[in-house]
């Protein structure tokens, strides 16, 4: 199953009531994109490769908010501004590894 699939399906599984539900399923959401790239890690790989794989991470993210959007999801802007992406790259450490690829 596709990255988007596994996040839309998880999504829209759930009964969001409370900030504390919200916050619960973006670390779900998270935690699934981890299962899906991590085993596809290995030592060595380059960091073009690393950057190839996280760009098709980063694209199923867009992918999946595009699907909420489409079905006017109450929480895909919310959804879209705690992306996986937003949250890789905030991280100082993964984005400089993450631009090294490039």
Known sequence: ???DDKLYQHTT???I???????SLMN????ITEDHFKPKLNA???YVQGRVMMDT??????LFINRLDKDKHPFAKLIK??????????NPEL???????K
């Open 57 to 62: 991470v980063f694209n199923g993210w867009k």
């Open 28 to 31: 779900e959401l998270y935690k």
């Open 1 to 3: 199953m596709f990255l």
């Open 81 to 90: 501004e705690a992306s996986y992406e937003v949250q890789f790259m905030n």
């Open 95 to 101: 984005a400089k590894i993450y631009n090294k690829g």
């Open 13 to 15: 599984s759930k009964e």
């Open 17 to 23: 009531t409370v900030s504390l539900h919200f916050e």
């Open 44 to 46: 060595g790989m380059s």
